[in-house]
């Protein structure tokens, strides 16, 4: 009963999200017709701002921030989060008190309404093409110089295991040493509470953890040593 109730919630969660996406479409079509490209960081900020906080709000999924005030003063980041759930997006997007760029799979596109938004306010990759993974680096970096941070989950997917981390991939840690910027690590302490993706329709309301970290002179450092600062750190907030 409790799982059969949980699916009906996640359902719920979908027409909520669903229904928000919807009205943000038209919004975005008037607004780049209007203003071209000058409409993007307003765009963003209704998704991050406005939509993720409201539908996490109405499917009674709350969070706490711990240690934010590290990123004050600071960015733009190069902002790296674990990945357990759907949720995920959502909660990223809320906390983070700027406005990013997200590294998305090209695949994301195919989704009816969902690839809409993602086209057009996402850094899209091809992970299976060298080319594509070498233009979306190009990328990311000029949007850094333009200010906006980058999000990208350093584990490439969905973890679906038992563990709290897989395995880092080189991507984030190369934008950061390359370019100079300061990493911001979002750790979330554990979504997969409230939406385990290996239950099909799955949700319920609760509270997760953000705790945020700061790794500074990336340029200094190897990737590994990255890699095992970034991941050390979101051990750290797993007892």
Known sequence: MKQILR????LFGVLVFGTQLLLLIPTM?????????????TMIWLGHHLIAPLTLFLTGVTRTQHNRLVL???????????????LDILINAAAFPGLYKFLSKKEMISIPVWGFVVKRLC????????ESRAKSMSIMRAELGRGFSILIYPE???????EPLTEFYDGAFRLAKETGYPMAVMTLHDP???NDPRKGLDLSPGKVQVHWDL?????????????VEVREKMLSHWN
Do not use: M
Request: proline share 3%; no cysteine.
């Open 29 to 41: 079509l008037i607004g780049f017709l209007l203003f071209g490209p000058k409409a993007e960081k």
């Open 192 to 194: 997969r509470e409230l």
């Open 123 to 130: 850094i899209l990759v091809d992970r299976k093409s060298a």
């Open 7 to 10: 699916s009906i919630w996640a």
């Open 72 to 86: 004050q003063g600071k960015g733009p980041f190069v902002i790296v989060s674990n990945h357990r759930s759907f």
């Open 215 to 227: 790794v500074e002179q990336t340029s200094e450092k190897s990737l590994e040593e990255l890699k």
């Open 156 to 162: 490439g997917r969905r973890n679906r295991g038992t």
